[in-house]
């Protein structure tokens, strides 16, 4: 059995001198576009290991290695919380996924072709350690009695990740399907679990006792993940196709047909859903009226959102800043070669990553200032679940790219070094 690695994790609080000259942005870049340092952390790899994924997932956000080590870093401060390996000799490295619970503190899962490992997300500390008995075909998802996951055979199976594994074994039921699970399932809130195979079809069942509430079969290959929400269920298929069905029948509500096959998992925040094509660009589609609202060829993938205004990589890995009503463009902002951006559905932050280890916070112009006393306390907590209100979402007053804010009635208490460079 593989043992979870640890590792003592290395960060340095903006202010310091080694930060302001490691930033993946310009301070003139920044300040061009809008915003401004707010953190800059690196993470401490060894033996040519390169950070290779970058995820926001509630209060801490997650950088994948190609070694296989996720490191998590509280998302408000770059403090690191924990660093740990996802296995040994990791072939595939999945997204990591939350545990869905009421108190909205769970563990994180980490998933790869053999093993399954839970972790308190906020030590860091080995949950449960679960060899798989068939490869998984895509990231497992958990709420507090059961973890879903695809397997390699086919089949879905709900499987006994708390309490003692020996007490009715590790599977508490599986089900034959028509393919292979092609991304983490979606649990809802009342315990139905959404996914989709490679062949197609898209299933709703109920977790307890894997009753199958509906099933669609209207779609050609899923390659990307699904979402789910009260305005329905998002799938995008190699069929040109992006379908939208009813979360309580699995209906047809609309369809929107693209100019070639669809393999991106469709981003829906704010009402807007926005589907990637490979050599057409992105679509924008209004969740409400099901209209078409734009299309720009040259934009790959969504990074983050505020009101009306949207932030997007485009083709040439640049970040451009754009009227989510109509596409035009207001803003550009030049990214190093191979730097990555997590995506934000919540609010206008940007959180980007360099292979070598670099992770960099930005935020709004007129976002106050990170100030030491939030560093002391957020060391007091770091490894402890975020207090009421805590929720690490930026305040709408200055969330969105170009917000007004007096940046001299700002006080800067960590001499940031937010100079034009």
């Known amino acids: 059995m593989t043992r979870t690695r640890w590792i003592a994790a290395a960060v340095f609080a903006v202010g310091v001198a080694e930060v302001r000259s490691e930033a993946i942005v310009s301070a ?23 950070v290779v994924a970058l995820h926001l997932l509630d209060e801490n956000l997650y950088a994948g290695t190609s070694s296989g080590l996720w490191f998590a870093l509280q998302a408000d401060t770059g403090l690191v919380r924990w ?40 030590r860091g500390e080995l949950v449960r350690d679960i060899e798989l008995p068939l490869p998984a075909s895509a990231a497992a998802a958990a709420d507090a009695e059961s973890m879903y996951i695809g397997g390699g055979d086919s089949r879905f199976y709900s499987l006994r990740w708390c309490g003692d594994p020996r007490a009715g074994g590790l599977v508490r039921w599986h089900a034959t399907l028509d393919g ?51 305005s329905g269920v998002y799938v995008a298929s190699s069929d040109h196709r992006l379908y939208v069905l009813d979360e309580q029948t699995g209906d047809a509500i609309s369809r929107y047909l693209l100019p070639g096959p669809l393999f991106d998992t469709p ?94 916070c930005a935020k709004p112009s007129g976002f106050p200032y990170l100030r030491r006393e939030q560093l002391v306390d957020a060391r007091l907590g770091l490894h402890k679940p975020p207090g009421p209100g805590a929720s690490g979402e930026t ?23 937010r100079r034009s460079q």
């Open 180 to 230: 292979l699970v092609t991304s983490a399932p979606v649990i809802s809130h009342d315990g139905r679990v959404f996914f989709a195979t490679d062949k197609g079809s898209v299933y709703c069942i109920r977790g307890a006792d894997k009753a199958l509430l509906w099933q669609s079969c209207r779609c050609a290959t899923v390659s990307g993940g699904l979402h789910v929400d009260e």
């Open 267 to 360: 981003v829906v925040v704010q009402r807007t859903v926005y589907q990637y094509c490979r050599g057409a660009g992105m679509f924008a589609y209004d969740t409400d009226t099901r209209d078409a609202m734009w299309n720009l060829a040259d934009v790959t993938r969504f990074v983050a959102r505020a009101a009306e205004k949207l932030v997007a990589m485009d083709a040439g890995g640049d970040l451009v800043f754009l009227d989510n009503d109509t596409g035009a463009l207001r803003g550009s902002m030049a990214l190093p070669e191979s730097a990555m951006a997590a995506e934000n559905g919540r609010d206008a932050v940007l959180y980007l990553a360099m292979p070598d280890g670099r992770v960099m």
């Open 28 to 50: 003139r870049e920044l300040q061009g576009s809008g915003y401004g340092e707010y953190w800059t952390a690196r993470v401490p790899l060894v033996g040519g290991d390169r």
């Open 83 to 122: 660093a740990a390996s996802a296995g040994e000799h990791v072939a595939v490295l999945y997204p990591p996924t939350h545990l869905r619970s009421d108190s909205a503190d769970g563990p994180v899962v980490l998933t790869t072709h053999g093993w399954v490992k839970v972790l308190d997300r906020y």
């Open 395 to 417: 305040p709408s007053r200055a969330d969105a790219p170009g917000a007004d804010g007096a940046r001299g009635a700002v006080p800067d208490p960590l001499r940031s070094g």
